[in-house]
């Protein structure tokens, strides 16, 4: 079984539009990580959250984890066709953060 | 600064052949990881190094893959002999703190 689902798999949106992305998990998150890649590059770092409740933003993309760290939501607002990409979450588990279990993903298309 | 470096960027073998990947950290960094996804399926964790050492390689999936990192710089994985089912992207990453920075991948095809 997966250890963390996303949702949706893809989406389709048009500039301008606002979107969530969601990332689940049924045990508790030790810091949970968004990461975005684009076709044949890495993965780029975008936010790390590890408190219940925490919230971060950078430029138009904000990410919260819920209070009982298990569920955390990657929000874009006026999306642009930069946005476009695979939008992944990873997560730790137990007390270290070594190892990382990752979503399957979800790929966003961003039309003009 | 420049990121998490890998080689070589696309792989094509034959099954039985031998391939080595090779990955490039963070200058600084002591914490190294390689990970793999396998088309259709979620990025899986295959091991982690403090410096030289092996902290956890319990995502390995069996004894033809050998990882090394001597002097815990650079690192290299080893798949020998290379199978169908081995065919994916391979990513390293590395990490100083809690962040974990990706290299772009290489990309591995058993034919």
């Known amino acids: 079984s997966q250890e963390l689902e996303q949702s949706p798999q893809s989406l389709i949106v048009q500039e301008g539009k606002n979107l969530t992305i969601n990332c689940t998990s049924s045990?508790?998150?030790?810091?949970l990580y968004w990461y975005k890649q684009k076709y044949g590059e890495g993965l780029i770092f975008l936010m790390m959250?590890?408190?219940?409740?925490e919230e971060k933003s950078h430029e138009k993309i904000t990410a919260k984890l819920d209070e009982k760290k298990q569920q955390s939501s990657l929000h874009i607002t006026a999306s642009q066709p930069s946005h476009a990409g695979i939008y992944l979450c990873?997560?730790?588990?137990?007390?270290?953060?070594?190892?990382?279990?990752f979503g399957r993903g979800t790929q966003l298309t961003v039309w003009p | 600064e420049a990121g998490v470096t890998q080689f070589p960027s696309h792989s094509v073998i034959e099954k039985g052949q031998t391939v080595t990947l090779r990955c490039d950290p963070i200058?600084?960094?002591?914490?190294l990881y390689w990970y793999r996804r396998v088309m259709g399926k979620e990025i899986k964790f295959l091991l982690h190094?403090?410096?030289?050492?092996?902290?956890?390689e319990s995502g390995m999936p069996n004894n033809r893959f050998l990882a090394e990192r001597t002097g815990g710089t650079y690192s290299t994985l080893k798949v020998q002999p290379a199978e169908l089912e081995d065919s994916g992207v391979y990513f390293c990453?590395?990490?100083?703190?809690?962040?974990?920075?990706f290299g772009p991948g290489t990309r591995l095809t058993v034919t």
């Open positions: 990453a590395s990490s100083q703190a809690f962040e974990q920075y």
């Open positions: 045990k508790t998150l030790y810091g």
């Open positions: 959250l590890q408190k219940g409740g």
């Open positions: 990873g997560a730790g588990r137990g007390s270290t953060l070594g190892r990382l279990y």
């Open positions: 200058s600084g960094h002591d914490n």
């Open positions: 190094f403090v410096k030289e050492s092996k902290q956890d």
